[in-house]
T-cell receptor
Framework: DAGVTQSPTHLIKTRGQHVTLRCSPI?????VSWYQQVLGQGPQFIFQ???????GRGNFPDRFSARQFPNYSSELNVNALLLGDSALYLC????????????FGQGTRLTVV | AQSVTQLGSHVSVSEGALVLLRCNYS??????LFWYVQYPNQGLQLLLK??????LVKGINGFEAEFKKSETSFHLTKPSAHMSDAAEYFC?????????????FGTGTSLTVIP
């Protein structure tokens, strides 16, 4: 069975640009969460989506937004990129929002120059 | 509020020696606790989880962890280190709230195995 897939795996953007990251959850999973992992730190919660609705939001600026599609895949969008947005962005899927376990994708490595 | 503290950002052990990675948590509600492993340029792989059943939890690759409520700890151990265990290890607490399930991660412990 396919696990959580994220695309692209790597990308480089310039300050001020916009970026879209994509995530496909495990088949049958309806909840997707996004995490930011800055080098040398643990992942930080950004968003959780379930049934196309935002169910949780971490302490991130409004430049960060996300959405979930009818097939439960998700996009994370970041506007007006800053150097500090350089990080590994991880997507996690779970069956529902109350599921105690989440399965993580390989991540997207974003470098802002 | 929920938080996780991992003592020791870097741990080195000899191959065949005991591995002990420390994790203390703070949670206002009964927690679910996890250990994840991350290899270079990869995502997180679940090693084991505690969900209020047995306090001694066995995971993959010979790892285990013991939940001690009185000490608010969830330390990860492995009797004999292998070279392939070299990686970054993250302890996490998961709490179910009104907005669903959110993970809080520690800052990680980098494990080096010396041949």
């Amino acid at each position: 069975d396919a696990g959580v897939t994220q695309s692209p795996t790597h990308l480089i953007k310039t300050r001020g640009q916009h970026v879209t990251l994509r995530c496909s959850p495990i088949s049958g999973h309806k909840s997707v969460s996004w995490y930011q992992q800055v080098l040398g730190q643990g992942p930080q919660f950004i968003f959780q989506y379930y049934e196309k609705e935002e169910r949780g939001r971490g302490n991130f600026p409004d430049r960060f937004s996300a959405r979930q599609f009818p097939n439960y895949s998700s996009e994370l969008n970041v506007n007006a990129l800053l150097l500090g947005d350089s990080a590994l962005y991880l997507c996690a899927s779970s069956y529902w929002t109350g599921d105690t376990e989440a399965f993580f994708g390989q991540g997207t490595r974003l470098t802002v120059v | 509020a929920q938080s996780v503290t991992q003592l020791g950002s870097h741990v080195s052990v000899s191959e065949g020696a005991l591995v002990l990675l420390r994790c203390n948590y703070s949670s206002s509600v009964p927690p679910y606790l996890f250990w994840y492993v991350q290899y270079p340029n990869q995502g997180l792989q679940l090693l084991l989880k505690y969900t209020s059943a047995a306090t001694l939890v066995k995971g993959i690759n010979g790892f285990e962890a013991e939940f001690k409520k009185s000490e608010t700890s969830f330390h990860l151990t492995k009797p004999s280190a292998h070279m392939s265990d070299a990686a970054e290890y993250f302890c996490a607490v998961s709490v179910l709230g009104n907005t669903g399930n959110q993970f809080y991660f520690g800052t990680g412990t980098s494990l080096t195995v010396i041949p």
